[in-house]
Protein backbone atom coordinates (compact mmCIF):
# COMPACT_ATOMS: atom_id res chain seq x y z
CA UNK A 1 0.00 0.00 0.00
CA UNK A 2 1.45 3.26 -1.11
CA UNK A 3 1.93 5.75 1.86
CA UNK A 4 -0.11 8.87 3.11
CA UNK A 5 -0.02 12.21 0.61
CA UNK A 6 1.15 13.62 3.90
CA UNK A 7 3.32 10.94 5.57
CA UNK A 8 6.37 12.60 3.63
CA UNK A 9 5.57 16.11 4.37
CA UNK A 10 5.59 15.12 8.08
CA UNK A 11 8.89 13.30 8.17
CA UNK A 12 10.06 16.72 6.43
CA UNK A 13 8.69 18.61 8.98
CA UNK A 14 9.68 16.55 11.35
CA UNK A 15 13.44 16.47 10.08
CA UNK A 16 13.47 20.32 9.60
CA UNK A 17 11.74 21.16 13.39
CA UNK A 18 14.78 18.91 14.80
CA UNK A 19 17.59 20.73 12.62
CA UNK A 20 15.98 23.78 13.95
CA UNK A 21 16.44 22.45 17.40
CA UNK A 22 19.75 21.68 17.05
CA UNK A 23 20.85 24.89 15.40
CA UNK A 24 19.82 27.79 17.90
CA UNK A 25 21.27 30.29 15.99
CA UNK A 26 19.18 30.11 12.67
CA UNK A 27 16.19 31.97 13.14
CA UNK A 28 12.82 30.28 12.54
CA UNK A 29 9.24 32.16 12.44
CA UNK A 30 6.94 31.74 15.39
CA UNK A 31 3.42 32.31 14.80
CA UNK A 32 1.86 35.38 14.99
CA UNK A 33 -0.20 36.87 17.85
CA UNK A 34 -4.21 36.86 16.44
CA UNK A 35 -5.46 38.78 19.72
CA UNK A 36 -3.89 41.73 21.15
CA UNK A 37 0.20 41.32 22.50
CA UNK A 38 0.26 40.95 26.24
CA UNK A 39 4.10 39.97 26.46
CA UNK A 40 6.98 41.30 24.33
CA UNK A 41 10.04 39.26 24.25
CA UNK A 42 13.58 41.00 23.10
CA UNK A 43 17.09 40.25 22.95
CA UNK A 44 18.86 37.06 22.59
CA UNK A 45 16.31 35.22 20.61
CA UNK A 46 17.04 32.58 17.96
CA UNK A 47 13.03 32.99 16.93
CA UNK A 48 10.98 35.92 16.25
CA UNK A 49 7.50 37.21 14.71
CA UNK A 50 7.94 40.61 14.53
CA UNK A 51 11.41 42.19 13.74
CA UNK A 52 13.87 40.53 16.48
CA UNK A 53 10.88 40.26 18.97
CA UNK A 54 8.82 37.82 20.18
CA UNK A 55 4.81 38.55 20.77
CA UNK A 56 2.71 36.24 22.42
CA UNK A 57 -1.47 37.18 22.74
CA UNK A 58 -2.98 34.99 25.89
CA UNK A 59 -3.97 32.52 23.44
CA UNK A 60 -0.33 31.56 22.44
CA UNK A 61 0.69 31.32 26.28
CA UNK A 62 -2.30 29.31 26.58
CA UNK A 63 -1.56 26.47 23.89
CA UNK A 64 2.08 25.87 25.95
CA UNK A 65 2.23 23.37 28.77
CA UNK A 66 0.18 24.87 31.64
CA UNK A 67 1.08 24.40 35.28
CA UNK A 68 -0.31 25.31 38.66
CA UNK A 69 0.34 26.30 42.16
CA UNK A 70 -1.48 26.95 45.22
CA UNK A 71 0.04 29.08 47.79
CA UNK A 72 0.87 31.89 49.97
CA UNK A 73 2.06 34.55 48.69
CA UNK A 74 2.72 38.61 50.93
CA UNK A 75 0.38 39.96 48.06
CA UNK A 76 -2.93 38.12 49.08
CA UNK A 77 -4.67 37.09 52.21
CA UNK A 78 -4.89 34.07 51.54
CA UNK A 79 -3.40 31.08 49.71
CA UNK A 80 -4.16 31.14 45.92
CA UNK A 81 -3.85 29.10 42.73
CA UNK A 82 -1.76 30.66 39.61
CA UNK A 83 -1.92 28.50 36.44
CA UNK A 84 0.18 28.88 33.48
CA UNK A 85 2.93 28.02 31.64
CA UNK A 86 6.35 27.50 32.93
CA UNK A 87 8.64 30.98 32.51
CA UNK A 88 11.05 28.77 30.89
CA UNK A 89 8.93 27.21 28.11
CA UNK A 90 7.78 30.83 27.29
CA UNK A 91 11.72 31.35 26.70
CA UNK A 92 12.44 28.02 24.65
CA UNK A 93 9.55 29.10 22.49
CA UNK A 94 11.26 31.91 21.39
CA UNK A 95 14.86 29.82 22.17
CA UNK A 96 15.86 33.10 24.18
CA UNK A 97 19.68 32.32 25.33
CA UNK A 98 21.51 34.62 28.06
CA UNK A 99 22.34 34.81 31.74
CA UNK A 100 19.62 36.97 33.09
CA UNK A 101 16.36 38.28 31.99
CA UNK A 102 15.44 41.88 32.25
CA UNK A 103 11.52 42.41 33.11
CA UNK A 104 9.46 45.13 32.37
CA UNK A 105 5.59 45.62 34.01
CA UNK A 106 2.96 48.41 32.63
CA UNK A 107 3.82 50.41 35.46
CA UNK A 108 7.64 50.38 34.15
CA UNK A 109 8.74 48.77 37.48
CA UNK A 110 11.76 46.70 36.42
CA UNK A 111 14.01 43.70 37.83
CA UNK A 112 16.00 41.14 36.67
CA UNK A 113 15.90 37.49 36.98
CA UNK A 114 18.42 35.39 36.48
CA UNK A 115 18.43 32.56 34.06
CA UNK A 116 19.41 29.94 36.83
CA UNK A 117 16.17 30.57 38.63
CA UNK A 118 14.15 29.77 35.31
CA UNK A 119 16.04 26.84 34.28
CA UNK A 120 16.66 25.51 38.01
CA UNK A 121 13.26 26.30 39.47
CA UNK A 122 9.40 26.49 38.37
CA UNK A 123 8.84 29.67 38.09
CA UNK A 124 5.39 30.16 36.31
CA UNK A 125 4.07 33.55 34.18
CA UNK A 126 0.49 33.16 35.97
CA UNK A 127 -1.84 34.14 33.67
CA UNK A 128 -5.10 32.60 35.31
CA UNK A 129 -5.53 33.27 39.34
CA UNK A 130 -8.02 31.36 41.04
CA UNK A 131 -8.59 29.62 37.31
CA UNK A 132 -9.93 32.82 36.22
CA UNK A 133 -7.94 35.27 33.71
CA UNK A 134 -5.92 37.84 35.77
CA UNK A 135 -7.39 41.48 35.87
CA UNK A 136 -4.91 44.26 36.18
CA UNK A 137 -6.49 45.16 39.68
CA UNK A 138 -5.43 41.35 40.53
CA UNK A 139 -1.69 42.24 39.26
CA UNK A 140 -3.07 40.62 35.81
CA UNK A 141 -2.39 39.99 33.09
CA UNK A 142 0.71 38.24 33.45
CA UNK A 143 2.39 37.51 37.27
CA UNK A 144 5.71 35.77 37.25
CA UNK A 145 5.67 33.48 40.32
CA UNK A 146 8.46 31.31 41.95
CA UNK A 147 7.17 28.21 44.12
CA UNK A 148 7.06 29.73 47.92
CA UNK A 149 5.42 26.44 49.30
CA UNK A 150 7.61 23.57 47.89
CA UNK A 151 11.13 26.11 48.23
CA UNK A 152 10.56 27.43 51.66
CA UNK A 153 14.28 28.94 51.11
CA UNK A 154 12.44 31.33 48.45
CA UNK A 155 10.58 33.17 51.15
CA UNK A 156 12.42 36.27 51.41
CA UNK A 157 12.44 39.72 49.63
CA UNK A 158 15.01 38.92 47.13
CA UNK A 159 12.74 36.21 45.57
CA UNK A 160 9.66 38.13 46.22
CA UNK A 161 11.06 41.52 44.76
CA UNK A 162 11.65 39.09 41.34
CA UNK A 163 7.70 38.23 41.47
CA UNK A 164 6.85 41.16 39.02
CA UNK A 165 3.10 41.54 38.30
CA UNK A 166 1.73 43.46 35.80
CA UNK A 167 4.58 41.87 33.38
CA UNK A 168 4.35 43.59 30.11
CA UNK A 169 8.11 42.19 28.39
CA UNK A 170 11.57 40.25 29.06
CA UNK A 171 14.41 41.85 27.42
CA UNK A 172 17.45 38.30 27.70
CA UNK A 173 20.93 39.47 28.58
Known sequence: MPPHPTQGLLSRRSLLNSLLGLCPGLAWAMPSPSDGVV????????????EGRALFDMAMLAALPQHSLVQKTPWYSGPRKFTGPLLRDVLAAAQAQGQRIDAVAINDYKVSIPM??????????????????M????????????PFESHPRLRNTLYYSRCIWQLKSLDVR
Do not use: C
Open 39 to 50: LTLSGRLGRSNS
Open 116 to 133: EDVQSLPVILARLLDDQP
Open 135 to 146: LLRDKGPLFVIY
